[in-house]
């Protein structure tokens, strides 16, 4: 069974980037069954999707931030990561990875981290 | 851009109700919607995709319908594990997005 743990900092200064890293264990991050996202949710409101990386490379990202977002993989360390430049207050919020299987058309998320909040804040 | 609008926003109810969510997408996506119900402090948990597929361990008290650009999530009779937040989630164009979630809670 996948499993997903993000991990970075939980402060961050306006202006600058944040990044994050989701470890995979379970299966291997080069699996061609996967896509592998990042999801954020601010306290107490809905949930964004942030963008989408696939094993060829291949990227997806929200167009409401794709100015500012670069997503990466490190096959040797089965992670993939998430950067997010010139954050501002509105970029803190709880930040999720999750996957998308093919058996379900890479349309459903149906394995989540826990979650690791990060706080833009000076 | 597709928009995902859920309603009610806050569903008051009891448990042994059936209750019935509703979502609409403003173009159609097929059935490329996904049902989640998140706890305070946890990741969402899949419940439905495709529309109407129920995830495995999820209770078949739990049904999903539609296509095109109105779907519904029903639980036909609640349990006191059941309140919490639920939302939707449309996939196309390589683009995903949720609704603002309802509200199920305790009347």
């Known amino acids: 069974q996948v499993q997903l743990q993000e991990s970075g900092p939980g402060l961050v200064k306006p202006s600058q980037t944040l990044s994050l890293t989701c470890t995979v264990s379970?299966?291997?991050?080069?699996?061609?069954?996967?896509?592998w996202s990042w999801i954020r949710q601010p306290a107490g409101k809905e949930l964004e999707w942030i963008g989408r990386?696939?094993?060829?490379?291949?990227?997806n990202y929200n167009p409401s931030l794709k100015s500012r977002v670069t997503m990466s993989m490190d096959t040797s360390k089965n992670q993939f990561s998430l950067r997010l430049s010139s954050v501002t207050a509105a970029d803190t919020a709880m930040y999720y990875c999750?996957?998308?299987?093919?058996?379900?058309?890479?349309?459903?998320?149906?394995?989540w981290g826990q979650g690791t909040v990060a706080t833009v804040s000076s | 851009d597709i928009q995902m609008t859920q309603s009610p926003s806050t569903l008051p109810a009891s448990v042994g109700d059936r209750i019935t969510i509703t979502c609409r997408a403003s173009?159609?996506?097929?059935?490329?919607l996904a049902w989640y119900q998140q706890k305070p402090g946890k990741a969402p948990n899949l419940l439905i995709y495709?529309?109407?597929s129920l995830e495995i361990g999820v209770p078949s008290r739990f049904s999903g319908s539609g296509s095109g650009t109105e779907f519904t999530l029903t639980i036909s009779s609640l349990q006191p594990d059941d309140f919490a937040t639920y939302y939707c989630?449309?996939?196309?164009?390589?683009?995903?997005?949720f609704g603002q979630g309802t509200k199920l809670e305790i009347k």
């Open positions: 989630q449309r996939y196309n164009n390589y683009q995903y997005s």
């Open positions: 173009q159609s996506i097929g059935s490329w």
């Open positions: 495709k529309a109407s």
């Open positions: 379970g299966d291997s991050i080069s699996s061609s069954n996967y896509y």
């Open positions: 990386i696939y094993i060829s490379g291949s990227t």
């Open positions: 999750a996957s998308a299987q093919l058996v379900r058309g890479f349309h459903a998320f149906d394995i």
